[in-house]
Structure formats: C-alpha cells, structure tokens
Nanobody, 122 residues
Framework: QVQLQESGPGLVKPSQTLSLTCTVSGDSIDANNNYWNWVRQPPGKGLEWMGV???????YASPSLKSRTSISRDTSKNQISLQLISVTPEDTAVYYC??????????????WGQGTQVTVSS
C-alpha cells in the first residue's frame, strides 16, 4: 500500500523559498513507471498542477511556474522535494504530493498525501 506524507514549514515569508518534502512508503520512488506530482489548491480555487518527477529522475514543470519551481528526489530516503522560490501571498495553498504508475502519462493521481497548508505572510 503506497502512502505519501508531506512535510515542511507551514509559514513562509514573502520573497523567501517554500520547501516541502514528500516521503513515500510502500513502493520505491524509482520503481519502473512510477511518477510523482506536486499539486496545490489555493483557498477558494481548484487544484493547480505544479510539476512531476518520473521514476528515472526526469522532471517537467507547469509553464506558469517553471521559472520558480524545482522538483527533485532522494532515492536513498525515498523522498521527493519541491522548491518554490520568490513566493508571494498568491502562493498560499494546501500543497499535495501524489503519484501513480504508467507509461506515457503522469496525470492520473492514484496515490495522495494528506496535504499540508502553507501560508505566505509577513
């Protein structure tokens, strides 16, 4: 059974860097065809896909966030990480990691973390 858990600070100041970690259990993050996404949901809005990292370590980020977003992995810890620089209050949201397995896809979210609230405020 695959489980994901997000962790990181719940409060970030404007212009600073938001850093979150997703710890995966039940499967190796680099197992064949696994992929792992970061998505977020600002208050009163829908889900926004941020980016994905694949089992082989390759990444792809949303064009609207690409310049500020970095997704990485640590296979020894079975973790994926999100870094979002130069945050503003518009980045306040619940942040989720999710994942799935399949070839030539990454938008099917089979596994979800519980989410973590991040507030950007001075």
């Amino acid at each position: 059974q695959v489980q994901l858990q997000e962790s990181g600070p719940g409060l970030v100041k404007p212009s600073q860097t938001l850093s979150l970690t997703c710890t995966v259990s039940g499967d190796s993050i680099d197992a064949n065809n696994n992929y792992w996404n970061w998505v977020r949901q600002p208050p009163g809005k829908g889900l926004e896909w941020m980016g994905v990292i694949f089992y082989d370590g390759s990444t792809y980020a949303s064009p609207s966030l690409k310049s500020r977003t970095s997704i990485s992995r640590d296979t020894s810890k079975n973790q994926i990480s999100l870094q979002l620089i130069s945050v503003t209050p518009e980045d306040t949201a619940v942040y989720y990691c999710n994942g799935g397995k399949g070839s030539n896809k990454y938008t099917t979210y089979d596994y979800w973390g519980q989410g973590t609230q991040v507030t950007v405020s001075s």
